[in-house]
């Protein structure tokens, strides 16, 4: 993108310079037609100036003369040379560069200049054009430019001059053109700021434009550093998250292979302290039968703190696996229900069944969803006093069409600040009142995962001192997440 931006920019640079340059050159067309009509009419001012006297005077005169062929011979007349007298005195006090006069068939009959040229010489061929135009009766003129000087100090220069061709008539009845009278007007000075001025104009348009063109290559070049800068950061944190995902999951399948491991004697230590333990055979002494109750109830306790942590594990790690089915939403209530009722009536808590007389039917994995209502059941009768109440009820939500659960007890509640706490692993409100019931801390995190890994969602809102209520709601269709 900023590479094709710096082409851009080099691109219109080159038009920017070219129309510039097309613009000067306009411009300068302009002016030099303006200039060149200027000074064409001062010298037509100058050449009527000179007709209307010293032309006037002499042409009756001379109109003779003129009319000679031989040129050689113009000079012998002593009218010419007061005709000469007087032309160069017209002319001397006037600011032309030179001025000559030239005969019908184009031999100088009169100049300003001393020296190089003669009476006689013919027209120079450059000259013919525009002389012929003015034997036509036209005033002709034209812009030289460069023209080779050698002044009185015999230096060479080069000078621009408007040159201008004005018929001069004879006599004014006539009508017929006579003679042409050349005038130089010297504009060096003019051209030379006309010149000055058209590559100052292009030079600074082009210098404005090569600047910002700097300006924008310099702040893209920056600005992709930037962006370099920024996308080599987010590689970085790329990398970062990945090995840290990497380690995360190393760290669940860690956990799951532990969990494994220790299963297996646990099994062993809890059948057979069960098998002692009802074995009519076994010969123990009550307290040793004690002992063997105590070992029986922590083998079962670490089981399943054992399963929850493999759960756990499996769940971060994504290896859960999923057993869909379709289930009678009402009777999976009830038959979790039933595994709490006992520890419900030990805690003289009321369960209050809301249920609805249809039954419906879904798709989920029955076995994770109950271990997901049971951890809810016994985390509402763990949590409230006895005289307490645990209300649950499970609906049919049809506009969304989702099975919508709800687990309410009147219990001890969860203060907001707890919140976030108790929904991550191995989290416990760890206050006075709750330290006295026993626990791992795994029983929410485990739910909520299960049940948005099972595609719902998973909502707690809860008051202290006035209880708990938890709402799960899933899809009645399963979508593989
Ligand atoms: N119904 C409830 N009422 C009040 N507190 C609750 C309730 N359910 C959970 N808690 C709080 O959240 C904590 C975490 O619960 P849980 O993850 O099930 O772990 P455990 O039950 O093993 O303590 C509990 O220790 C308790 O402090
Ligand atoms: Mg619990």
């Not at 000559?100 to 006689?120: A, D, E, V």
């Not at 590689?235 to 669940?252: G, P, T």
């Not at 249920?355 to 969803?369: G, S």
């Not at 939500?397 to 976030?420: P, R």
């Amino acid at each position: 993108m900023f590479t094709q931006l710096r082409y851009f920019a080099i691109i219109s640079l080159i038009f920017v310079a070219l129309s510039a340059g097309l613009a000067s050159v306009g411009f300068r067309n302009v002016i030099s037609g303006d200039l060149q009509s200027l000074v064409n009419k001062q010298n037509v001012s100058i050449a009527q100036g000179y007709s209307n006297s010293i032309w006037a005077i002499y042409q009756g005169v001379l109109g003779k003369l003129f009319r000679l062929p031989d040129i050689d011979r113009w000079s012998d007349y002593k009218e010419f040379s007061q005709f000469d007298a007087a032309s160069k005195g017209y002319f001397k006090n006037i600011s032309i560069s030179g001025v000559s006069l030239y005969s019908r068939g184009g031999k100088l009959i009169f100049s300003n200049k001393l020296g190089s040229l003669q009476l006689g010489t013919i027209l120079p061929e450059k000259d013919k054009e525009l002389f012929l135009e003015a034997i036509d009766g036209k005033i002709a003129s034209n812009l030289r430019k460069g023209v080779a000087h050698i002044d009185v100090n015999g230096e060479r220069s080069q000078k621009s001059l408007v040159v201008s061709f004005v018929p001069l008539f004879l006599p004014v009845m006539d009508k017929s053109v006579i003679a042409v009278l050349k005038i130089e007007n010297d504009v060096t000075p003019e051209w030379k700021r006309v010149i000055a001025f058209q590559y100052i104009s292009v030079g600074s348009v082009v210098i404005i434009f090569l600047l910002l063109i700097t300006m924008l290559i310099v702040s893209s070049q920056r600005a992709e550093q930037i962006i370099s800068r920024q996308h080599e950061a987010n590689m970085e944190l790329m990398a970062a998250a990945a090995s840290a995902e990497a380690e995360s999951q190393d760290k669940s399948q860690f956990l799951a292979n532990m969990s494994h491991e220790l299963r297996t004697p646990l099994n062993a230590i809890i059948g057979f302290s069960e098998i002692v333990l009802t074995s009519p055979d076994a010969k123990l002494i009550p307290q040793h039968k004690d002992y063997l109750r105590d070992i029986n109830g922590s083998g079962v306790h670490l089981l399943s703190l054992i399963n929850d942590i493999l759960d756990f594990s499996k769940a971060d790690a994504g290896k859960l696996e999923f057993d869909i089915a379709d289930v009678d939403a009402v009777k999976l209530l009830k038959n979790s229900m039933r595994l709490v009722i006992p520890r419900a009536e030990q805690a003289q808590v009321t369960l209050i069944e809301d249920l609805p007389p249809k039954h419906f039917v879904f798709q989920t994995d029955t076995k994770k969803l109950k271990q997901v209502l049971l951890n809810l059941l016994s985390n509402a009768v763990k949590f409230t006093p006895p005289g307490g109440e645990v209300r649950v009820s499970v609906w049919h939500d049809v506009s969304v069409d989702t099975i919508m659960f709800q687990v309410k007890d009147s219990g001890i509640g969860i203060a907001a600040k707890d919140i976030s706490k108790v929904m991550s692993p191995f989290g416990q409100v760890d206050s006075a009142l709750s330290r006295k019931y026993e626990g791992t801390g795994l029983g929410l995190p485990l739910s909520k995962k299960f049940v948005e890994l099972l595609g719902g969602k998973f909502n707690l809102s809860s008051v202290v001192g006035k209880g708990t209520t938890i709402t799960i709601s899933l899809p009645r269709i399963y979508n593989k997440p």
